[in-house]
């Protein structure tokens, strides 16, 4: 049996002028690394190392308030405001800005934790953001390309809203035994894009059950598929289960970027046929996200399936 962290995720370049020259090929190979290994590691240089560098100056200063300043940070939807202080997951702490690309969702935000403003922070949120953003549509636009549904990006596009979460995970107590930054689950965005400092953590699980050690180098980004993606594709696109271990004594600073539908998200007909039965019904994005917050959506181990699976 190979060795557990013998594999290694796929690489694609997104940096180079020349990507409309590659274009056709990459589609396929964002499809591909979709289908087998639901991520991939994007090299996006448009990230500048400088830009980099505020972002990561910034988190560190963010989760530097105080609790009661935190705590502020409060959405009436799932998984989008303040997260800490649990007990499972005592190291992980982060917090939510919906549409980060739109200044003024990063400005409010920033008059929320600092009332008398911030805006280095404001700036270099927003910028990434931005830049982000824009790597999520360019890979969804490929996605689409690839399974041959184009013509459906357009409006699925104009429905999308990001969520940027900004995450820390602190660094294990000495003599501690709980090292779990974020325990082994799947994303239910559409798409994540996850970027961290130097500090490894992040562990995939492949479809044949062993776990990747992802090793953060400059400008990589890693693209993951949620379940979303899964039942959209009518099951094609593997939605991994992936988690955070703290192995290193330092503190650990990442970003993620989730990719929501705002309305309803379902199979293109041209991905179904005889040897692809359709095995999602259509489902509202939300809905499924709040299932999956209830004792119910917890339970399942395809949380996607569970809400809108159709059995055969």
């Known amino acids: 049996m190979p060795s557990q962290?013998?594999?290694?995720?796929?690489?694609i370049d997104f940096s180079g002028n020349n990507l409309k020259s590659y274009w056709a090929s990459t589609c396929h190979k964002v499809r591909q690394a979709l289908e087998e290994y639901g991520c991939f590691v994007a090299l996006y240089e448009k990230?500048?190392?400088?830009?980099?560098?505020?972002?990561?100056?910034?988190?560190?200063?963010?989760?530097?308030?105080?609790?009661?300043?935190?705590?502020?940070?409060v959405s009436e939807k799932p998984y989008h405001g303040y997260f800490g202080q649990n007990p499972w997951m005592p190291l992980n702490e982060s917090m939510g800005?919906?549409?980060?690309?739109?200044?003024?969702?990063?400005?409010?935000?920033?008059?929320?934790?600092?009332?008398?403003?911030?805006?280095?922070?404001?700036?270099?949120?927003?910028?990434?953001?931005?830049?982000?953003?824009?790597?999520?549509?360019?890979?969804?636009?490929?996605?689409?390309?690839?399974?041959?549904?184009?013509?459906?990006?357009?409006?699925?596009?104009?429905?999308t809203k990001n969520l940027l979460r900004l995450i820390k995970y602190n660094e294990p107590k000495k003599g501690g035994v709980n090292n779990i930054g974020a325990m082994s689950h799947t994303d239910k965005s559409f798409i994540t894009i996850l970027h961290q400092n130097d500090v490894k953590g992040l562990e995939i699980e492949t479809k044949d059950g062993r776990w990747i050690d992802f090793e953060p180098f400059p400008s990589s980004f890693v693209?993951?598929?949620?379940?979303?993606?899964?039942?959209?594709?009518?099951?094609?696109?593997?939605?991994?289960?992936?988690?955070?271990?703290?192995?290193?004594?330092?503190?650990?600073?990442?970003l993620g970027m989730f990719s929501f539908n705002r309305g309803?998200?379902?199979t293109p007909k041209e991905l179904?046929?005889?040897?692809?039965?359709?095995?999602?019904?259509?489902?509202?994005h939300l809905s499924f996200l709040r299932f999956y917050s209830t004792d119910e959506g917890q339970k399942h181990h395809c949380t996607i399936k569970a809400y809108c699976g159709l059995s055969f």
């Not at 190392?49 to 705590?71: G, I, R, T």
């Open 272 to 284: 179904v046929d005889e040897e692809h039965p359709l095995q999602f019904k259509p489902f509202d």
């Open 264 to 266: 309803t998200i379902q």
């Open 223 to 254: 693209v993951m598929a949620g379940e979303a993606s899964t039942a959209w594709s009518n099951g094609r696109i593997y939605s991994p289960f992936h988690r955070v271990i703290m192995k290193e004594g330092k503190d650990r600073y990442s």
């Open 5 to 11: 962290k013998q594999a290694k995720l796929p690489v």
């Open 97 to 159: 800005i919906e549409d980060a690309q739109v200044h003024r969702r990063t400005q409010s935000f920033t008059n929320l934790m600092w009332p008398s403003g911030n805006q280095n922070f404001c700036k270099s949120i927003h910028s990434y953001s931005k830049m982000v953003s824009e790597l999520d549509c360019l890979v969804e636009s490929m996605v689409f390309e690839s399974y041959g549904v184009k013509k459906y990006f357009d409006s699925h596009i104009k429905s």
């Open 47 to 73: 990230v500048s190392s400088d830009l980099d560098n505020d972002v990561f100056d910034s988190l560190v200063e963010l989760f530097d308030l105080p609790l009661q300043s935190k705590l502020k940070n």
